[in-house]
């Protein structure tokens, strides 16, 4: 098979049982739900065979409006590897992202690649999961409601840098939300829903990292024993409290972007959950 053989088109619909059977392959959890999500949510491309058969590589960008993008869901089939494959399907969606900042989470084996098309590391991304155990449901965290949702996007835009409203609408349609503060003023949200194995909880967007606790604990404390995930930033107390609470540090990867533009640190919120490793 060579680079020849194979051609990129439009990720489609009906290429998602293609793209389920890579992630399977490279033993990824997501399930075909997840994969509509992110397909909903996205565009990109698929590879396909001589014949146009069979998904030999995906590759999605997920759009926060006209500022930052995404590029998530990078599969090449292990029978197709070493060809340039994983190249053509970066050029492609970096074309297609257009003028946008770039965001990724990158595994030690991607790395090389993302770094020759000019990626650099911002960070760590640590994935925490497990069953929840020994969780206290915090007083001051309540459900969301319909009229939060302006404001739970505002907080998001601040600690991300970009609007992802389809995003967040979405994954409020799937799953659901909550918020802590007070009857004034929201001070941070987070959001849950199915994923892989169990269940997802990010983002996770507040002002301080006891808030953050306490949202994540919002949705630990009703689902013990329950398989949950978490995946966030490198951050020594939060990894310990999720470590105690049941959530097993299993894996850690490498968040890159494209420009390296360095983001202020002054920005009053802060993501302490992605949403996922695809969506940031």
């Given at each position: 098979?060579?680079?020849?053989?194979?051609?990129?088109?439009?990720?489609?619909?009906?290429?998602?049982?293609?793209?389920?059977?890579?992630?399977?392959?490279?033993?990824?959890?997501?399930?075909?739900?997840?994969?509509?999500?992110?397909?909903?949510?996205?565009?990109?491309?698929?590879?396909?065979?001589?014949?146009?058969?069979?998904?030999?590589?995906?590759?999605?960008?997920?759009?926060?409006?006209?500022?930052?993008?995404?590029?998530?869901?990078?599969?090449?089939?292990?029978?197709?590897?070493?060809?340039?494959?994983?190249?053509?399907?970066?050029?492609?969606?970096?074309?297609?992202?257009?003028?946008?900042?770039?965001?990724?989470?990158?595994?030690?084996?991607?790395?090389?690649?993302?770094?020759?098309?000019?990626?650099?590391?911002?960070?760590?991304?640590?994935?925490?999961?497990?069953?929840?155990?020994?969780?206290?449901?915090?007083?001051?965290?309540?459900?969301?409601?319909?009229?939060?949702?302006?404001?739970?996007?505002?907080?998001?835009?601040?600690?991300?840098?970009?609007?992802?409203?389809?995003?967040?609408?979405?994954?409020?349609?799937?799953?659901?939300?909550?918020?802590?503060?007070?009857?004034?003023?929201?001070?941070?949200?987070?959001?849950?829903?199915?994923?892989?194995?169990?269940?997802?909880?990010?983002?996770?967007?507040?002002?301080?990292?006891?808030?953050?606790?306490?949202?994540?604990?919002?949705?630990?404390?009703?689902?013990?024993?329950?398989?949950?995930?978490?995946?966030?930033?490198?951050?020594?107390?939060?990894?310990?409290w999720l470590t105690d609470k049941g959530l097993a540090r299993v894996d850690e990867s490498i968040a890159m972007q494209r420009p390296a533009v360095a983001r202020s640190s002054r920005a009053p919120f802060t993501t302490f959950a992605l949403a996922s490793q695809a969506f940031g």
């Open positions: 098979m060579t680079r020849s053989t194979l051609s990129l088109t439009a990720f489609r619909p009906e290429h998602l049982e293609g793209a389920l059977r890579l992630s399977r392959q490279a033993k990824w959890p997501h399930r075909i739900e997840d994969w509509q999500l992110a397909l909903e949510l996205s565009t990109g491309f698929v590879a396909l065979d001589a014949n146009a058969s069979t998904v030999l590589g995906t590759i999605l960008m997920t759009p926060y409006k006209r500022d930052v993008a995404t590029i998530n869901m990078v599969i090449v089939d292990e029978a197709a590897r070493e060809r340039g494959l994983g190249r053509q399907l970066m050029e492609a969606v970096i074309a297609l992202a257009g003028p946008r900042t770039l965001r990724l989470v990158a595994t030690g084996e991607g790395l090389p690649l993302y770094q020759k098309l000019g990626f650099s590391q911002t960070g760590t991304i640590v994935q925490h999961q497990g069953p929840a155990s020994h969780v206290t449901a915090p007083i001051n965290v309540r459900p969301a409601e319909p009229r939060d949702i302006s404001e739970i996007i505002d907080l998001d835009r601040s600690a991300y840098g970009a609007n992802r409203e389809d995003l967040l609408r979405a994954v409020a349609k799937v799953g659901c939300l909550a918020v802590v503060g007070n009857d004034q003023e929201i001070t941070g949200f987070a959001a849950l829903r199915d994923f892989g194995r169990g269940e997802v909880i990010g983002p996770v967007v507040a002002a301080n990292a006891d808030d953050g606790k306490a949202l994540l604990a919002y949705f630990m404390a009703g689902r013990e024993g329950r398989f949950v995930r978490v995946d966030t930033a490198e951050a020594p107390q939060l990894g310990a």
